[in-house]
T-cell receptor, first 115, second 115 residues
Framework: AQSVAQPEDQVNVAEGNPLTVKCTYS??????LFWYVQYPNRGLQFLLK??????LVKGSYGFEAEFNKSQTSFHLKKPSALVSDSALYFC?????????????FGTGTRLKVLA | SAVISQKPSRDICQRGTSLTIQCQVD?????MFWYRQQPGQSLTLIAT?????????ESGFVIDKFPISRPNLTFSTLTVSNMSPEDSSIYLC????????????FGDGTRLSIL
């Protein structure tokens, strides 16, 4: 069965410092991995995805993610955090289950960037 | 990416009543998904709605409680029936591409409180 784990409920980082939000996955076959961000009173917004190719994927708002097959991880990173990056972040994996193309979401990590 | 409009954005309802949530997409899509996000928690898939067929419900969700309509390729509704306080959640509509590598795009959600 497919699964995604986000081991940290909350991550605090000072503005200007690098940030990492962790995600590990379990899937049979090739993983299709996604990161989303949710701001207050909004739906989820797509940040970036890994399908194949380069292990370092660049996305929106200066975010990037590193795919590590041996560690089954897909951590989200940003070199310099902004206060406006404070939000809820979800990792997701997608694959065919009974042909429904379901997405499996992690439990979310709340990022707080402190001024 | 698709633009998704969800109505209402929020509502406060009485126990035992029903509410229908509308989801309108600005382009034709094959699959639409309905999720529930309980306070501070991750997304739980309620059902997948394909045009021209019955919705596919996930374990723990039944059609009598969450009837779904999908009359065309740009519109869907989710009804939350006979509501109780446990139904207080955010309900999210999303659309996803046909390919495995396609991210989902979400509406801003309906914030539902049951008194």
């Amino acid at each position: 069965a497919q699964s995604v784990a986000q081991p940290e409920d909350q991550v605090n980082v000072a503005e200007g410092n690098p940030l990492t939000v962790k995600c590990t996955y379990s899937v049979s076959g090739n993983p299709y991995l996604f990161w989303y961000v949710q701001y207050p009173n909004r739906g989820l917004q797509f940040l970036l995805k890994y399908i194949t190719g380069d292990n370092l994927v660049k996305g929106s708002y200066g975010f990037e993610a590193e795919f590590n097959k041996s560690q089954t991880s897909f951590h989200l990173k940003k070199p310099s955090a902004l206060v406006s990056d404070s939000a809820l972040y979800f990792c997701a994996v997608r694959g065919a289950t009974s042909g429904t193309y379901k997405y499996i979401f992690g439990t979310g990590t709340r990022l707080k960037v402190l001024a | 990416s698709a633009v998704i409009s969800q109505k209402p954005s929020r509502d406060i309802c009485q126990r035992g009543t029903s509410l229908t949530i509308q989801c309108q997409v600005d382009s034709q899509v094959t699959m639409m998904f309905w999720y529930r996000q309980q306070p501070g928690q991750s997304l739980t898939l309620i059902a997948t709605a394909n045009q021209g067929s019955e919705a596919t419900y996930e374990s723990g969700f039944v059609i009598d409680k969450f009837p779904i309509s999908r009359p065309n390729l740009t519109f869907s509704t989710l009804t939350v029936s006979n509501m109780s306080p446990e139904d207080s959640s955010i309900y999210l509509c999303s659309v996803g591409g046909q390919g495995y590598d396609q991210p989902q795009h979400f509406g801003d959600g309906t914030r539902l409180s049951i008194l």
